[in-house]
């Protein structure tokens, strides 16, 4: 079955450095989004990319955060400068959209800022 | 702006026995879909159950059925035969039915299956 990769799984940074969180959707989909989860809390809502541009964003996703679709098959995340409250959980999904909308998740990458 | 409530953020089951975890969620809107997501220790994301709004029959996938009720705004899974492996986090999500509108996730309930 097809799935939706994530990379690194673990991604440990200091303060105020930058990062790339690297997703890889399912391949004939055309809806790409990030989420977070910080321990134990829900998950959150970050961005959603359609047609190369972001459709809609959280009020998380300020300035430092950006997202590209660099070359038709990968999905990044970019935070500039991390910040210790943005240590969390982040998850990729796809989907096709339309009405049999069904989200894949990856695995997620542990960001842990120090 | 729709929400999404789970009053349960823990609950345990006998294996073999049947647990019906808690959603109910707020919205104006007539047409959505909503889910059951399932995150072990893992923490990987699984997804569960789907209902689309506009059916009336609850969906069930094998040991996992929904009680959807609209007029009221409920969602409640139902796991039936409960296995060790059913032991997760699991989310109550809900998304318009209209292009890429993001998931509104609930907070969770955490699943324990003891033997």
């Known amino acids: 079955e097809p799935e939706v990769t994530q990379t690194p799984s673990h991604q440990v940074t200091q303060m105020g450095q930058e990062v790339i969180l690297r997703c890889v959707p399912i391949?004939?989909?055309?809806?790409f989004y990030w989420y977070r989860q910080i321990l134990g809390q829900k998950v959150e809502f970050l961005v959603s990319?359609?047609?190369?541009?972001?459709?809609?964003k959280s009020e998380i996703f300020d300035d430092q955060f950006s997202v590209e679709r660099p070359d038709g098959s990968n999905f990044t995340l970019k935070i500039r400068s991390t910040k210790l409250e943005d240590s969390a959980m982040y998850f990729c999904a796809s989907g096709l959209g339309g009405n049999n909308e069904k989200l894949f998740f990856g695995s997620g990458t542990q960001l842990s800022v120090l | 702006a729709q929400t999404v409530t789970q009053s349960q953020p823990e609950m345990s089951v006998q294996e073999a026995e049947t647990v019906t975890l808690s959603c109910t969620y707020d919205?104006?809107?007539?047409?959505?879909?909503l889910f059951w997501y399932k995150q072990p220790p893992s923490r990987q994301m699984i997804l569960v159950i789907r209902q689309e709004a506009y059916k009336q029959q609850n969906a069930t996938e094998n040991r996992f059925s929904v009680n959807f009720q609209k007029a009221a705004k409920s969602f409640s899974l139902k796991i039936s035969d409960s296995q060790l492996g059913d032991t997760a986090m699991y989310f109550c999500?809900?998304?318009?039915?209209?292009?890429?509108?993001?998931?509104?996730f609930g907070k969770g309930t955490r699943l324990s299956v003891i033997a």
């Open positions: 990319f359609y047609n190369n541009e972001i459709s809609e």
């Open positions: 391949s004939n989909h055309l809806y």
């Open positions: 999500a809900f998304m318009l039915l209209s292009g890429n509108t993001p998931l509104v």
């Open positions: 919205t104006s809107e007539s047409n959505y879909y």
